[in-house]
C-alpha cells in the first residue's frame, strides 16, 4: 500500500535561514506528488505538486520541491524563511492508478520560524 | 471562483448521536472528496463522489455515508457517533474525476466535530 512518511513532526528555523522540510513516499510507480500547508483553522492550500514533468517543481510563496526517484523523496525547500511560513505542512501522494485521486496524506511537519 | 464551502464550522455532538457536515463546492466541480483529519495526524481519506455517485472510499465503516447533489453541494453523515470521530472534517473539490489534472483538489476550511 502506497504510504508518505515525512522526517521531523517540528522543524524550528530562523528567518531568512533555509527551509527544508522532508518527505518520503513509497509507491511502486511514480506517483503525483504534493505539498499542502496548513494555516490555524484553515483547510489545505496547494504550495506545488510533481505530476511525471520536470523534476524540480517550483511553487508558490517562493517554495520549490525536486523529486528524486532513487531516494524516493520529494523534499520541500525554500532559500530563506519569512515569519509568515509558520504552518503546518503536509506532503500527500497519488498513485493515479485509479478514478478517484485519492491523496495519502503524511504526518505533516510544524514549521517555526523564530525572529 | 467563490471557493468551497463548509458549515458548519464547529460542531459539538454526543456520543450515538448522528450528524450531518455540508460542503458547496465552486460551479463546475462535479468531483467532490470528503477526508478526516484527527488532531497532529495528516488527512484521511473517506470516499469521493463524482456526479452524485461514490467513486472511491476509503478505510471508513458503513455509518459514514454521503451524498452529492446536482447544485455542486454534497453531505457527509455519521451515524452512532463515537468519540474517536472527533476530528476536522475537510472538504475537497475538482473539475477533474480523478483531481490530478491541472485543476488538482480546491479545500474548505472544515468543520471541527467534537464528540463528547
Known amino acids: 500500500a502506497q504510504s508518505v512518511t515525512q522526517l521531523g513532526s517540528h522543524v524550528s528555523v530562523s528567518e531568512g535561514a533555509l527551509v527544508l522540510l522532508r518527505c518520503n513516499y513509497s509507491?511502486?510507480?511514480?506517483?503525483?506528488l504534493f505539498w499542502y500547508v496548513q494555516y490555524p483553522n484553515q483547510g489545505l492550500q496547494l504550495l506545488l505538486k510533481y505530476t511525471s514533468a520536470a523534476t524540480l517543481v517550483k511553487g508558490i510563496n517562493g517554495f520549490e520541491a525536486e523529486f528524486k526517484k532513487s531516494e524516493t523523496s520529494f523534499h520541500l525547500t525554500k532559500p530563506s524563511a519569512h515569519m509568515s511560513d509558520a504552518a503546518e505542512y503536509f506532503c500527500a501522494a497519488s498513485s493515479g492508478s485509479s478514478n478517484t485521486g485519492k491523496l495519502i496524506f503524511g504526518q505533516g511537519t510544524t514549521l517555526q520560524v523564530k525572529p | 471562483e467563490t471557493g468551497v464551502t463548509q458549515s458548519p464550522t464547529h460542531l459539538i455532538k454526543t456520543r450515538g448521536q448522528q450528524v450531518t457536515l455540508r460542503c458547496s463546492s465552486q460551479?463546475?466541480?462535479?468531483?467532490v472528496s470528503w477526508y478526516q483529519q484527527a488532531l497532529g495526524q495528516g488527512p484521511q481519506f473517506i470516499f469521493q463522489?463524482?456526479?452524485?455517485?461514490?467513486?472511491g472510499r476509503g478505510n471508513f465503516p458503513p455509518r459514514f455515508s454521503g451524498l452529492q447533489f446536482p447544485n455542486y453541494s454534497s453531505e457527509l453523515n455519521v451515524n452512532a457517533l463515537e468519540l474517536d470521530d472527533s476530528a476536522l472534517y475537510l472538504c475537497a473539490s475538482s473539475r477533474a474525476r480523478d483531481g490530478l489534472s491541472n485543476y488538482g483538489y480546491t479545500f474548505g476550511s472544515g468543520t471541527r466535530l467534537t464528540v463528547v
Open positions: 509507491s511502486s510507480v511514480p506517483p503525483y
Open positions: 460551479s463546475g466541480h462535479n468531483t
Open positions: 463522489y463524482y456526479r452524485e455517485e461514490e467513486n
